[in-house]
């Protein structure tokens, strides 16, 4: 059973990680692509900047669902958010989600014609918050290989999200 912290949990995690693999179907192929996320509890979605002219948006316009996977090996916290995506010609919502980081892609800032919004609104989610103790991580190993359990490397949950 999906609880409320479970969802602020999935959000937690994608937010502290923050970089994800975006991927999108290109007809029967996957494809993935690094993507900077922001985290729009609120509304309950997950929102990027995106470039018109890339191929992403033909794929997501095709067929909306993506998956969006979070992972920081160093301290064991990984995501994946499944969810139907769309892009946004949003000027307002641009421009209030452009950061200085953005115009390294879009240096004519949020008036760029070619910037879009690209809105993710998660339906289901899996996360993995491990221990980040190295040494707690090592007993844990040591332990499972002395016994026949496996490590407990933290709480591993699904998780059923707003979305659409």
């Known amino acids: 059973m999906t609880t409320a ?22 007809g ?11 985290i729009d509890r609120d509304a309950g979605a997950v929102t990027f900047l995106t470039d018109v002219r890339h191929h992403k948006d033909d794929e ?3 067929d909306p669902e993506v998956c ?12 994946s958010i499944s969810g139907v995506a769309e892009v ?9 989600r452009f950061s200085e980081m953005a115009k390294l892609w879009f240096p004519e800032g949020p008036e760029d014609p070619n910037v879009r ?13 491990g ?4 040494i707690a991580v090592a007993f844990q190993m ?13 709480d591993n949950r699904k998780v059923a999200m707003g979305g659409s």
């Open 88 to 96: 946004l010609n949003d000027r307002a919502a641009i421009k209030a």
């Open 131 to 134: 221990k980040t103790n190295p």
């Open 142 to 154: 040591a332990k499972a290989r002395l016994s026949d359990e496996r490590p407990d490397l933290g």
């Open 60 to 62: 997501i316009a095709a």
């Open 28 to 38: 029967a192929a996957l494809r993935a692509r690094p993507m900077h996320a922001k």
């Open 68 to 79: 969006l996977a979070f992972a920081k090996p160093g301290s064991q916290n990984y995501v």
């Open 5 to 26: 912290t479970d969802v602020d949990r999935v959000y937690d995690l994608a937010e502290d990680i923050g970089v994800c693999m975006l991927t999108s179907k290109a």
């Open 117 to 129: 919004l690209l809105v993710v609104r998660p339906t289901a989610a899996e996360f993995w918050d």
